[in-house]
């Protein structure tokens, strides 16, 4: 059973920088695609940046030239650099694992693991 541990989160100010990560154990996440979710209202659960196991990439318009999703496999570790933060980035942040395909999604409901989320607030 695979089993993913999200760190990280801080209180910033904007224009600062966090590196999430998001650990596994359980099993490998080299068969899995990797997604980082921001939950920043009850019913909302945003898809971030997402990383297939050979490590293609998507991410949303909104943070494609702030964050950037990378993974080590010899580490199992998949992580999402955060640069630039402004106050709407805030949130709970999780990542969640599904097993690979060629593309990976930022639908919530297409990821089987979660984490258990860790709070970026960002404010002045």
């Known amino acids: 059973q695979l089993h993913l541990v999200d760190s990280g989160g801080e209180s910033v100010q904007p224009g600062g920088s966090l590196r999430l990560s998001c650990a596994a154990s359980?099993?490998?996440?080299?068969?899995?695609?990797i997604g980082w979710f921001r939950q920043s209202h009850p019913r909302e659960r945003a898809g971030v940046a997402c990383?297939?196991?050979?490590?293609?990439?998507a991410a949303v318009d909104a943070v494609k030239d702030r964050f950037a999703i990378s993974r080590d496999n010899a580490k199992n570790t998949v992580y999402l650099q955060l640069n630039n933060l402004q106050p709407e980035d805030t949130g709970v942040y999780y990542c969640?694992?599904?097993?690979?395909?060629?593309?990976?999604?930022?639908?919530?409901?297409?990821?089987?693991?979660w984490g258990q989320g860790t709070q970026v607030t960002v404010s002045s």
């Open positions: 969640a694992a599904v097993i690979s395909s060629d593309t990976c999604t930022l639908l919530w409901y297409d990821y089987v693991y």
């Open positions: 990383i297939t196991n050979s490590g293609n990439t």
């Open positions: 359980g099993s490998t996440l080299n068969s899995q695609n």
